[in-house]
């Protein structure tokens, strides 16, 4: 299994295969639109992350680097898959690695209250996850 951040310039080829695990984890978190998260991925301006093997996609995730008040940060914007235990660790693992690589202070995840236990290192600010690296 492999966790890879696709090059913005290739991302128009994988996003076909991925965008329904976004959509349904979007539908299922609420928050954000569809149709603007596809926008923004397809532009380049967030970056999407594809766990998979040699024959099955396992998961799909969007991150975007963001600064607020001279803080740099990665934020998870949407998440989703089949078979979180098989994924999970190794996507958070390359994530952390690839925001601390980039300068960024902490992670944030905007999502639903359950993600509170995924990520049991991160802090709970309102729904709002956020971790030091």
């Known amino acids: 299994m492999h966790c890879i951040c ?32 596809e926008t923004s991925v397809l532009r380049g301006e967030k970056l999407l992350w594809v766990a998979a093997d040699e024959a099955v996609i396992w998961a799909a995730v969007v991150t975007g680097l963001h600064v607020q008040q001279d803080h740099k940060f990665c934020m998870i914007w949407a998440a989703g898959g089949r078979d979180r235990p098989r994924w999970h660790d190794m996507m ?42």
């Open 92 to 133: 958070k693992s390359a994530i952390e690695k690839f925001a601390k690589d980039e300068g960024c202070k902490t992670i944030r995840i905007s999502g639903r209250r359950g993600w509170a236990r995924e990520f049991p290192d991160y802090k709970l600010i309102s729904i709002l996850l956020e971790k030091a690296i």
């Open 6 to 37: 696709v090059d913005p310039d290739r991302v128009h080829l994988v996003w076909p295969l991925v965008k329904h695990l976004i959509h349904a984890a979007m539908n299922k978190g609420g928050g954000c639109d569809f149709a603007e998260m």
